[in-house]
Structures are given as structure tokens and as C-alpha cells.
């Protein structure tokens, strides 16, 4: 499985990507786990309602499995519903 983390916006507008391969990351096992407890490719690609402000970090995660690919786009605006997200994106970052 692969995962990839890309930002996009904030105040100075530097885009990041973080990526991990679960095959050969020693975080493999959790984060998979971790992806299937949160129902991953069934939720939904983005928010209902995307803040406004260019200043905002934006992040998609991407997940490919099994010749399936789903992404999942937050915002953090602090936004109790994209908390889960966040909690998932830290766990990436620290693979």
C-alpha cells in the first residue's frame, strides 16, 4: 500500500509531500490498521464546506491499495470534523 500526504496553501504557500510505502515502513502494520479503522475509502474525497482563506494549510491524502486510489482532503482550519484527519496525517508525517 501506498500513502502520500501533500499540503498545499498556508501563509507562505510552500507545498510538502510525505510518502510511505507500508511494505517496507515499520509503521506499515498501524497505519494500515490505522486506515482501515477510519473506513478510509469509504469516506468521502473532501469537506462539505471548504474555509476560506488562502492562508489555510490544505492537505489531501492519498491511499493506493489494491489497484484501488481514494483521497481524502482537509482543511486545517481547526475544524472539530477534520480532527480524525489531522490525528491520520501526524501518523503519516511520523512514518
Same mark, same amino acid.
Given at each position: 500500500m501506498k500513502i502520500s500526504a501533500t499540503s498545499s496553501g498556508g501563509f507562505a504557500g510552500i507545498t510538502r509531500q510525505h510518502e510511505v510505502?507500508?511494505?517496507? =515502513?515499520?509503521? !506499515?502494520q498501524a497505519l #494500515?490498521? #490505522?486506515? &482501515? =479503522? +477510519? &473506513?478510509?475509502f469509504a469516506n468521502p474525497r473532501g469537506a462539505a464546506e471548504e474555509p476560506v482563506g488562502a492562508d489555510i494549510p490544505r492537505w489531501t491524502i492519498t491511499v493506493d491499495a489494491d489497484g484501488e486510489r481514494h483521497s481524502v =482532503?482537509?482543511? #486545517?482550519? !481547526?475544524?472539530?470534523?477534520?480532527? +480524525?484527519?489531522? #490525528?491520520?496525517?501526524d501518523r503519516i508525517l511520523a512514518a
Amino acid at each position: 500500500m501506498k500513502i502520500s500526504a501533500t499540503s498545499s496553501g498556508g501563509f507562505a504557500g510552500i507545498t510538502r509531500q510525505h510518502e510511505v510505502d507500508t511494505a517496507t =515502513s515499520p509503521a !506499515g502494520q498501524a497505519l #494500515e490498521a #490505522e486506515l &482501515a =479503522s +477510519r &473506513a478510509f475509502f469509504a469516506n468521502p474525497r473532501g469537506a462539505a464546506e471548504e474555509p476560506v482563506g488562502a492562508d489555510i494549510p490544505r492537505w489531501t491524502i492519498t491511499v493506493d491499495a489494491d489497484g484501488e486510489r481514494h483521497s481524502v =482532503s482537509f482543511a #486545517e482550519d !481547526g475544524n472539530p470534523a477534520n480532527a +480524525r484527519w489531522r #490525528e491520520l496525517l501526524d501518523r503519516i508525517l511520523a512514518a
